[in-house]
């Protein structure tokens, strides 16, 4: 899928979620709520995909926080409306128990958030951030987002969390990676403090014992707040492979 580049540009492409044809807009990822709203250096998917492209390894300057002209606005509107403030509120109370945080290693949240409007609108960057569109066109993927109480979250899916700080920045949607213990995973990745994100498709995640699996999140109905506590390990992004953490060393 290509990208309008240009905010005055009103061509039209395809919407990341619904699929239509129509005039996209900029969706911010993760939202600017969510402490994305200062120029940020990233790396996103034609950077650490495509080795033919000029961008590739070299990091890319955002003035407006990362994001990109990836929904329709019916789209951008429904899911801004339906999801980004309860995931925003996530968020703020991740980044005040990491601020407070003693332990270099796990952090430890009290959360009141509402789970289910959570991990849709974590399930919602992936999606925007994939621009391969794979995710998108998982069965049932759609569905669950497009209709905001459902509750039937996609098979396969897994969404993992872990506790976040690096400067330098993941944003891969979906790819293919090589494991040396798993083999072939399909995985995805976001990291943005004070969490960084990570999706795997009928994969386990690189390291099981040190992610939060929080697809439980999907369990609870749309709406409903509920006190979580959360214990996320930190794991340090300081280049772009995939699951590849500079605090931690792989033992095979
Ligand atoms: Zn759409």
């Known amino acids: 899928m290509s990208l309008i580049k240009n905010r005055e540009n009103k061509a039209k492409n395809l919407c990341a979620l619904c699929g239509k044809l129509d005039v996209l807009s900029f969706e911010h990822l993760p939202p600017q709520c969510a402490f994305n709203n200062k120029p940020i250096l990233?790396?996103?998917?034609?950077?650490?995909?495509?080795e033919q492209n000029p961008m590739f390894g070299k990091y890319r300057r955002s003035q407006r926080g990362y994001g990109k002209y990836s929904l329709c606005k019916s789209c951008n509107n429904n899911t801004g409306n339906w999801y980004v403030k309860d995931?925003?509120?996530?968020?703020e109370q991740g980044m005040v128990s990491l601020k407070n945080n003693t332990s270099q290693w796990v952090c430890e949240?009290?959360?009141?958030?509402?789970?289910?409007n959570v991990?849709?609108?974590i399930l919602l960057m992936f999606t925007v951030a994939d621009a391969s569109g794979v995710i998108a066109n998982l069965s049932g993927?759609?569905?669950?987002?497009?209709?905001?109480?459902s509750i039937r979250f996609p098979r396969g899916i897994r969404i993992y969390l872990y506790s976040n700080v690096s400067v330098s920045k993941r944003m891969i949607g979906h790819c293919i990676a090589?494991?040396?213990l798993h083999g072939i995973c399909q995985w995805g990745e976001i990291n943005f403090k004070p969490f960084g994100y990570f999706f795997t498709y009928d994969s386990p995640p690189p390291y099981c014992?040190?992610?939060?699996?929080?697809?439980?999140?999907?369990?609870?109905?749309?709406?409903?707040?509920?006190?979580?506590?959360?214990?996320?390990?930190?794991?340090e992004v300081e280049n772009m492979t995939i699951g590849h953490y500079s605090n931690v060393k792989f033992e095979e």
Do not use: W
């Open 42 to 50: 990233a790396q996103g998917h034609n950077e650490l995909v495509e």
């Open 119 to 121: 991990i849709k609108q």
């Open 141 to 149: 993927v759609r569905e669950y987002l497009l209709e905001r109480s």
């Open 209 to 235: 014992e040190l992610m939060a699996d929080v697809t439980g999140f999907s369990e609870s109905t749309y709406d409903h707040e509920r006190p979580v506590i959360l214990r996320t390990t930190y794991l």
């Open 87 to 91: 995931f925003c509120q996530f968020v």
């Open 178 to 180: 090589y494991h040396p």
């Open 109 to 116: 949240s009290n959360l009141l958030i509402k789970p289910q």
